[in-house]
């Protein structure tokens, strides 16, 4: 019996609150920071149902895969990986296909600290160490572990045929081939190859990696990912390129046909993509101002386009003016995810079999929860970092204490506002303070050349080493970061700014970027404005710039080519 769009809604509502409330108890001792950690616990996924608690808060990264869900690997905070669950195809790489409750240890993985991991449908397990190595494991019935043969690979070997002097950061998989992305830009892919997706120009099984050239010759890719059997690559530049089967129209051509080498999409002509996910048959793209364009499958609404038609052109999904920072898919599922700047979650698409056609707003506070509470199956759709709930770190407890007045030893005022700290710590940390603080016994200390928001943002970085400022007022911290001398602070402003870069205030912070000579924002802000000229131009930004920044902008943008026909 089919339930009501009200009632499912609220299903969905109780459901997302249920995972929070399982997992992350509600408690007054606990700060904000360690709740929001907590969200990623594994306690979501059944497969780890019986693992001891001790042994849960050993866990800082995880991955549930298989056709069940019933698959897991993990990495302890000693980097000792382990395994768990049915072993389909000696997928778990413990040298056996012997399923397992408990967990066993890989030892050939511990040590390698791993950065990236994908998996088939097979399944087989691929991933990417901090040296650029890669291993493969698990079903091997069409090459896709890249060695050569097609018997299936029962413990994590080397993957070394023309990788041997690359280093390689990305690993993405599709239902039976995969693909890997260098520190040069380069993409290689091997495995299945039916429909193209290995973009070799054939459709024949590609047994060991081979680099994807064609269109993508002399070119920087940034960021891959697989549908079950297409690839997608992003470059540098913002554009996007598709590969491998597209019956559903999942390459973003606008037509239904396979294509065997990579394809740009035309329709994205104009649009900087900066993140890509592929679902079984769909695909999101994430652009450089938040908005989020969807194409191919749609049979349970996860384009979000409120309809169930298949598109074969990019359509961009209404997020009611929201800006997204992350988008997030499954080869395995047909759902749908993204996150907003502000920290609220969306979901649509197949959520517990039932169909979502329009972006929903959920109680979580990561994409990896949807996954975990909604999927079919409930795998992970990415590699998982997670946080334990009762150990804290030093760094986490650092920044428990900040800002407490409890233990404190000196205390700023700003703006009449009260920001509590440690004297020990800020000379440890910063080199001004460490002057200041040898010459004064004061308990408190009253600022007034910076604003309340941005000095305590950078107090608390001092505490964190993050920032947590939407780009106007990292700007301001910028400016701090400029007078204290603070060059670690002073990239960070600039990564944020970046972050937010949107065509109403890229003028804004082409000049701020100017004013405290930070180069490489200066050169992103005016790559960013000379990409969205005309909208950039009809800003009263652009309107109020100051003369001689606009002199040096136009005859900057004359040389870069902005105005030829």
Known sequence: MMISCVHFFI?????????EEETCPSSPLLSSSVQKSSMLDVGKWPVFALLPPEELRLIRQACVFGSAANEALYVTVNDEV??????????????????????????????????????????????????GEVYAWGHNGYSQLGNGTTNHGLTPALVSTNLINKRVTEVACGSHHTIALTTEGEVYAWGYNNSGQVGSGSTANQPTPRRVSSCLQNKVV?????GQLCSMAVLDNGETYGWGYNCNGQLGLGNNGNQQTP??????????????????????????????????????????????????????????????????????SHTSAAKTQSGQVLMWGQCRGQAVPYPHITHFSSTDDVFACFATPAVTWRLLTVD?????TVAQSLKREFDSPEISDLKFLVDGKCIHVHKALLKIRCEHFRALLNETDEEAIEIHQFSYLVYRA????????????????????????????????????????????????????????????????????????????????????????????????????????????
Not at 11 to 19: D, E, G
Not at 270 to 288: E, K, M, P, R, S
Not at 388 to 392: H, K, R, T
């Open 11 to 19: 299903l969905i509502r109780a459901c997302s609150q249920q995972c």
């Open 263 to 332: 394809c740009r999409i035309a329709a994205l002509q104009g649009v900087n993509i900066v993140q890509v996910a592929c679902g079984y048959a769909h695909t999101l793209a994430l652009t450089d101002e938040g908005f989020v364009y969807a194409w191919g499958a749609n049979s349970y609404g996860q384009l979000g386009t409120g309809n169930k038609s298949n598109q074969a052109l990019p359509t961009l999904i209404n997020m009611d003016k929201e800006r997204m920072v992350e988008v997030a898919a499954c080869h395995t």
């Open 458 to 565: 950078f107090l608390e970085y001092l505490y964190t080493d993050t920032i947590n400022l939407p780009p106007e007022d990292a700007i301001g911290l910028l400016d701090l970061a400029t007078y204290y001398r603070e060059t670690r602070l002073k990239r960070l402003c600039q990564e944020t700014i970046k972050r937010g870069i949107s065509e109403e205030n890229a003028i804004t912070l082409l000049s701020a970027a100017v004013k405290y000579e930070a180069r490489d924002l200066e050169d992103f802000c005016f790559k960013f404005c000379v990409n969205h000229l005309t909208a950039v131009t009809q800003t009263q930004a652009f309107a109020d710039m100051d003369h001689d920044l606009l002199k040096n902008f136009i005859s900057k943008a004359s040389r870069y080519g902005a105005f030829k026909n």
């Open 82 to 131: 382990f395994a768990l669950g049915t072993n389909c195809s000696g997928c778990l790489g413990l040298g056996d296909m012997q399923s397992t409750i408990e967990s066993r240890r890989i030892d050939v993985l511990c040590g390698k600290k791993i950065v990236s991991l994908s998996y088939g449908t097979g399944p087989h397990v691929v991933i990417a160490t901090a040296e």
């Open 388 to 392: 334990g709930d009762d150990y804290l």
């Open 222 to 226: 940034v960021n891959i990912a697989c």
